[in-house]
């Protein structure tokens, strides 16, 4: 069993910069790969990033490529969504979500997921 706790979340200004983090509980979570999600008002959930369980590997969405870095710390068993030059099409509550498989874009091959973090980005 794996618990997720995002934070980090906030209101900034259009160029700003944000970190989330995503602390998990669990011995085994430095097995899981981590993917992290947004959902905005009245859209679907999106994709944004994953990063395999080493670390070693990343993958992210077109329109946060270069903007948004995800890290983790396996010793700290949190993993890290640094997000920059924020716009507000970014505006959404963001997810971190575990999975035991490898990294992926869909969103139903993660087992765990967090609460979520809200990110507002004002113009």
């Known amino acids: 069993q794996v618990q997720l706790v995002e934070s980090g979340g906030g209101l900034v200004q259009a160029g700003g910069s944000l970190r989330l983090s995503c602390a998990a509980s669990?011995?085994?979570?430095?097995?899981?790969?981590v993917g992290w999600f947004r959902q905005a008002p009245g859209k679907e959930r999106e994709f944004v990033a994953a990063?395999?369980?080493?670390?070693?590997?990343?993958y992210y969405t077109d329109s946060v490529k270069g903007r948004f870095t995800t890290s983790r710390d396996n010793a700290r068993n949190t993993v890290y969504l640094q997000m920059n030059s924020l716009k507000p099409e970014d505006t959404a509550v963001y997810y971190c979500?575990?999975?035991?498989?490898?990294?992926?874009?869909?969103?139903?091959?993660?087992?765990?997921w967090g609460q979520g973090t809200q990110v507002t980005v004002s113009s």
């Open positions: 990063i395999n369980w080493s670390g070693g590997y990343t």
């Open positions: 669990g011995r085994t979570f430095s097995s899981y790969a």
């Open positions: 979500a575990a999975s035991i498989k490898r990294v992926g874009v869909e969103g139903d091959r993660y087992d765990y």
